[in-house]
């Protein structure tokens, strides 16, 4: 898809959020800034509403709001980051607090010797302690923090605690119960629900109207009941139906968009990865579902089992048995919330596994 995306392109302002309750809970935070926990499923628009109070709280949003995806940090080896343009003003030179020393004790390093931890701590601290370029304040959201550790998150909270005149933390996350409660307890919790189907179709009605593109109500009342409450989904498959029906969203636009949107590919890949033994490979298919397309791990496994049984013929029937019986131990333990990552790959591992013995059995 060449053309700006809809989901950029007609980014809502906080008044056209489609959750009522969403709005007024951060309209309230628009003069009193407080540290926020924006909560929720994939898809819901987490980041959209945390964007659009930026552009309403801050006269300069693109320099008062920093962005940091999680996973910028903690799916990544200590050199990408120190590589990374956004982090090695902070992280490489020989600056006058750079200039640090082991003879002053074990907290004294080189930038070059710094942990992990030590190299996220330091990029938090440069990234609140500066001034903001508008107003008293400035905004860091770190967006998909369930997958922060524990000891990270320690680090975070005596950052949030130093610098909390002049730096408002927005944190958001799927899985809330995985923050440390001294950080719950410093932010104001805004539960952003899936919308309704209604609500989806009212938005994608908006911006098919912005758009200039005919759209036919069936048409995005499919869409909308497809997205199951995925908003960012919706959007982009109504995209997608413009231009298969070129410039028109009608019902077989979205009916083809629709076959075609989603992630049954990557979900597929997964899949014929581990059964390959590639679980290297798979792995890294399955971070990316879970960091960059926002999926949780139980929505991943489920998504997963049903991509599987749609290919009986290829994996096999005893194959997909095993799969199923293999996947209720990671089910009980995501429920329980666990890594997702994890355990997802510890199942397909085991799966691999197992379908290797069943073909050396077959050839014998």
């Known amino acids: 898809m060449d053309a700006p995306l809809w989901t950029e392109k007609h980014a809502p302002s906080l008044s056209d959020l489609p959750q009522t309750e969403v709005r007024e809970r951060l309209a309230r935070t628009v003069d009193e800034p407080m540290n926020l926990v924006v909560q929720g499923p994939a898809g819901v628009g987490k980041t959209a509403a945390v964007r659009a109070l930026a552009r309403e709280a801050h006269e300069d949003p693109d ?63 440069e990234l609140s302690s500066y001034k903001p370029a508008s107003g008293a304040y400035k905004t860091v959201l770190l967006d998909n923090a369930e997958t922060i550790r524990e000891d990270f998150q320690q680090a975070l909270r005596r950052v949030m605690e130093q610098y909390h005149r002049n730096t408002q933390f927005v944190i958001a ?21 899936a919308p309704t189907t209604d609500e989806i179709e009212t938005v994608l009605a908006d911006v098919a109207a912005a758009e200039d593109v005919d759209a036919e109500p069936l048409a995005l009342n499919l869409i909308a009941s497809k997205a199951g409450g995925d908003l960012r989904y919706a959007v982009l498959a109504g995209q997608h139906a413009s231009i298969e029906g070129e410039g028109e969203i009608s019902v077989d636009a979205a009916e083809a968009a629709l076959s075609d949107a989603g992630h049954d590919d990557a979900l597929k890949s997964v899949l014929d990865a581990a059964a390959a033994g590639e679980i ?25 089992l049903r991509v599987a049984d749609t290919y009986p013929e290829e994996f096999g029937e005893a194959n997909l048995i095993r799969l199923h019986r293999l996947a209720g131990e990671a089910d009980h333990n995501l429920a329980a919330g666990n890594d997702g990552r994890l355990h997802i790959t510890h199942l397909l591992t085991a799966w691999a596994a197992g379908e290797s013995e069943l073909a050396a059995e077959a050839f014998a």
């Open 173 to 193: 996350t799927r899985q809330p119960s995985k923050l440390i409660p001294p950080i719950r307890s410093r932010c104001f919790p805004v539960p952003v629900r």
């Open 63 to 125: 320099a008062d709001l920093i962005e940091i995806n999680v996973a910028d940090f903690f799916s990544r080896t200590k050199k990408e980051i120190r590589e990374d343009p956004r982090f090695s003003r902070f992280l490489q030179g020989q600056t006058a607090f750079s200039k640090q020393y082991r003879r002053g004790g074990k907290g004294n390093k080189y930038k070059r010797d710094w942990s992990k931890r030590d190299m996220v701590s330091h990029v938090m601290q």
């Open 280 to 304: 290297r490979d798979a792995r890294k298919e399955v971070t990316t579902l879970l960091d960059d397309e926002g999926f949780g791990g139980e929505e991943l496994l489920a998504e997963l």
